[in-house]
């Protein structure tokens, strides 16, 4: 049984006449009568039978129909889903960042979207921690990444920007009226740290261990926006990205004064897995405007350090 057989069935059941059927399908009648009597063959059972001109469909045929049909317009609809997929111009993007990206990336999509006028392409983001970035880009189910640098020989990258390390105060804490603070200054000091997700949970303990230093580690968590909310109820300090969306309420950023790692951020994919047209040129697009965070960070002004 192949296609074939299954679409002049469903054409020939829909027409009852083999003739018109053979036009409709632009092939001979008697290709179309060869096909139909194979099938017939195969699932031993007889499909039509014969009304002067015409045909009718057997008992044995009007139960397979439904089946055939259903599974045409299967079918039809991963076919017509495949193409509007690969579409450059209508396809889909799937693509994964930090959570403290959630500013820069849908300005990054609607920068392109402007540019290029491909208002069609529709964009699939979501926001996870290092580890998982790392995952569904290196098994295929991301397109392409947003994060700081994935060492594997699989992952092809650009690098797009810095992203400053600060540390997040309550208004009310001793630090907040300073300018810069070093972490040595952290000694003891209530803090809300990343998860083992993530990254920086153990960029932070090396950081920690180098200057010798003990935070009091009250909480952990994936996710910045957590971390912004319990500063702000006083509840412990943080080391995070800058906050792209400009200091959360009740809180004071400050800079760290400390020569620690740099945040470099980087648009990554895999180059031995395939990447929809749509991903490719919105990727390409990326390549060829620069370092794109670095100049989404100074279109917003002086509120970013």
């Known amino acids: 049984m192949n296609l074939k057989q299954l679409q002049y069935f469903q054409t020939i059941a829909e027409l009852e006449h083999y003739t018109r059927?053979?036009?409709?399908?632009?092939?001979?009648?008697?290709?179309?009568?060869?096909?139909?009597?194979?099938?017939?063959?195969?699932?031993?059972?007889?499909?039509?039978?014969?009304?002067?001109?015409?045909?009718?469909?057997?008992?044995?045929?009007?139960?397979?129909?439904?089946?055939?049909?259903?599974?045409?317009?299967?079918?039809?609809?991963?076919?017509?889903?495949?193409?509007?997929?690969?579409?450059?111009?209508?396809?889909?993007?799937?693509?994964?960042?930090?959570?403290?990206?959630?500013?820069?990336?849908?300005?990054?999509?609607?920068?392109?979207l402007s540019e290029t006028n491909r208002v069609g392409v529709r964009f699939q983001f979501s926001q996870d921690s290092f580890y998982v970035i790392q995952d569904h880009l290196l098994s295929g189910k991301m397109d392409l990444a947003f994060a700081t640098w994935i060492e594997d020989p699989r992952v092809e990258h650009v690098k797009l920007g810095t992203h400053p390390l600060v540390l997040l105060v309550p208004y009310t804490h001793r630090l907040a009226r300073r300018e810069s603070v070093s972490?040595?200054?952290?000694?003891?000091?209530?803090?809300?740290?990343?998860?083992?997700?993530?990254q920086l949970h153990y960029q932070n303990r090396e950081m920690f261990e180098s200057l010798n230093i003990h935070p009091n580690i009250l909480v952990e968590t994936p996710q910045d926006i957590v971390m912004y909310g319990l500063v702000a109820a006083n509840h412990g300090v943080a080391i995070t990205p800058y906050p792209l969306g400009g200091a959360p309420y009740n809180i004071k950023i400050l800079p760290i004064s400390d020569n620690i790692l740099q945040r470099d951020l980087y648009l990554m994919w895999c180059k031995d897995r395939y990447i929809p047209p749509a991903a490719e040129y919105f990727r390409d697009f990326i390549i060829r405007s620069g370092k794109v965070f670095d100049q989404f960070r100074a279109r917003n002004g002086p509120s970013l350090v």
């Open 183 to 198: 972490l040595k200054e952290l000694d003891q000091e209530p803090f809300i740290d990343f998860d083992s997700t993530s």
């Open 21 to 112: 059927a053979a036009e409709k399908l632009y092939v001979s009648q008697s290709t179309l009568s060869h096909a139909i009597q194979e099938l017939e063959t195969e699932l031993n059972v007889k499909l039509f039978t014969r009304n002067g001109r015409n045909v009718k469909l057997t008992k044995y045929g009007k139960l397979f129909l439904p089946y055939v049909q259903k599974t045409l317009e299967s079918l039809e609809t991963g076919i017509s889903t495949l193409q509007e997929y690969i579409n450059p111009n209508s396809g889909t993007v799937t693509l994964s960042g930090f959570p403290s990206l959630a500013q820069f990336l849908p300005d990054l999509i609607v920068r392109y």
